[in-house]
């Protein structure tokens, strides 16, 4: 039987490399030796490269060999009853600072803990199709099983009592014109700067904070001089390298860093943890397969001293390309400084019959209006827009919807896009010095980038920044709040190696 978390990371694996074009047939770039930190630890290499010429030939045990009639395998699915116990069960917020890391970084500041024993797995059941009679010639068929959940929700404890339930806001219709479509973006080169999580990194999150696989890094400025990242599923020991997976799930983490050099990379300088040397789960998750499987940051944001992000709870990973289902996209914060969150109960944007337009979020506040940018569940939505008050961020009664040039309340699911997709994994920039709109995604093959006078656009043509046929399923793309008209960096996730890589784009 299949653990939450194998069924997760499964489902995760088609979703990426299917939702991702092959770069089968794109001209690889010549092998070099895996790129090595300061440590001498091997990093990963995210770029389309040709095989090392110099491997030794693979074992003859190792070869692909016909050893008589193929054999198929052919899953059956089996419900399985999950109780699950109503209302969540509160968040561990157990936090411990972090003590200053060592000046060497090469000095590792945690103690390595012991590698357990390993226990064999348990052997699937097999129902096999075939007679030992059988000739030999002939193929086999054996019937695996694969249990499917089906969540039976039941009574549980109150643990808290419900948040109170914010005024109705009765918002105008207000008038919203389009400006001139600005030219694209000139984007002259490219380029990887280094990888920032996992084994190999500067950072060197296997070692520091129990950081050995993750995505995204979405970035938002906390204070003056700080940036908060926040990436998404992560796994520590147990981790290997091929995709997600392994132990030691968190459903997201954050980390801080205060590098404004960022031609070489972005420092960490600490992050939340719940133990010493320990990575903290900030919004809790089920991890119930068509409940809730997790919940994941799409962006985040200050207001004064209160930090605010969006994520979505994510109920199952399809096995339709490119594909996810979410319960709905909601907003949290925190009043202190990121360590510790609270899920706001009625700051939702529910996904009734799959027809939700705002599941994967990024908000950016400008002048007296946070402005939410979103797409549907999956990477091959439209992309709406709607703004709020600042004073009104939790308080969904009080959003307006960009519909036909204006700006119109209790509309969310009508918005018409703002850009058509197929878009995924938003991330949206206001940039002050040349004052404009900066929009990155993923659509289709590409990492792309728009800009616009405002935030309905009109959008220029996107310029590609990142294609997968240069850097294989890769995905995110999200930009760093330090960035500069001239200077673009962003993060990105790259599969099979699941981590994160910081990304420099020159513009003219």
């Known amino acids: 039987m299949r653990t939450a978390a194998a069924s997760l990371w499964s489902s995760i694996v088609l979703g990426v490399l299917l939702a991702v074009p092959s770069p089968a047939g794109a001209e690889q770039f010549p092998w070099v030796k895996p790129p090595v930190n300061k440590c001498g630890e091997i990093g990963f290499d995210p770029l389309n490269r040709a095989p090392d010429p110099n491997a030794p030939p ?13 054999t198929f395998d052919v899953p059956i699915k089996l419900p399985q009853l999950t109780p699950v116990p109503i209302p969540d ?25 012991p590698k357990p024993k390993p226990t064999p797995a348990p052997q699937e059941a097999e129902l096999k199709s075939e007679s030992s009679t059988l000739p030999t010639w002939i193929p086999r068929v054996r019937f695996r099983p694969e249990f499917e959940s089906i969540p039976v929700p039941v009574p549980g404890p109150s643990y808290e009592p419900p948040q109170p339930l914010p005024p109705q806001r009765n918002v105008p219709i207000e008038p919203a014109t389009l400006a001139e479509a600005t030219e694209p973006a000139d984007v002259s080169a490219v380029e990887l700067v280094s990888q920032l999580t996992g084994h190999g990194s500067a950072n060197r999150t296997d070692a520091r904070w129990a950081v050995n696989g993750t995505d995204l890094g979405l970035m938002w400025e906390t204070k003056p001089g700080q940036i908060a990242m926040v990436f998404g599923d992560t796994f520590g020991e147990g981790w290997e390298y091929g995709g997600a997976g392994g132990g030691d799930w968190r459903s997201n983490i954050l980390a801080y860093s205060s590098d404004r050099k960022l031609n070489d990379g972005v420092t960490i300088d600490s992050m939340v943890q719940d133990k010493p040397c320990h990575a903290a789960e900030l919004l809790g998750s089920r991890k119930i397969d068509n409940f809730e499987l997790t919940t994941i940051p799409t962006s985040g944001f200050a207001l004064g001293k209160r930090q605010f992000m969006s994520y979505m709870s994510v109920n199952h990973w399809s096995e339709t390309p490119g594909m996810w289902r979410t319960n709905f996209g909601g907003l949290a914060y925190s009043d202190d400084n990121g360590s510790t969150w609270t899920k706001d109960q009625h700051a939702k944007w ?41 004073a009104d961020v939790l308080n969904k009664s009080a959003y307006q919807y960009w519909v036909d040039e204006n700006w119109v309340p209790a509309a969310e699911y009508i918005a ?78 790259a599969w099979p190696s699941y981590n994160v890589y910081l990304m420099h784009a020159r513009i003219n």
């Not at 693979?58 to 193929?70: A, D, L, M, Q």
């Not at 509160?90 to 103690?111: E, I, S, W």
Request: proline content about 14%; overall charge negative; some cysteine.
């Open 416 to 493: 018409p896009p703002i850009v058509d997709g197929p878009a995924g994994e938003l991330s949206v920039r206001y940039d002050a010095t040349s004052k404009l709109w900066q929009m990155t995604y993923l659509a289709g093959g590409d990492i792309v980038l728009r800009t616009a006078k405002t935030p309905q656009g009109s959008w220029s043509d996107p310029v590609s920044l990142v294609s997968t046929a240069d850097y294989p399923a890769t995905y995110g793309g999200f930009i760093h709040p330090w960035s500069t008209p001239s200077d673009l960096y962003f993060t990105m996730s």
């Open 58 to 70: 693979p074992k003859p045990e190792e070869r692909e060999t016909p050893s008589g009639p193929p």
């Open 350 to 390: 529910e996904n009734f019959f799959g027809l939700g337009r705002f599941q994967v979020a990024a908000m950016v506040p400008h002048g007296d209006h946070v402005y939410l940018f979103g797409t549907p569940n999956g990477r091959m939505g439209e992309i709406g827009l709607a703004r709020v008050t600042k």
């Open 89 to 113: 069960p509160p968040h561990d917020n157990t936090r411990v600072a972090q003590t200053n890391l060592p000046a060497d970084p090469c000095k590792n500041p945690c103690p390595t803990p």
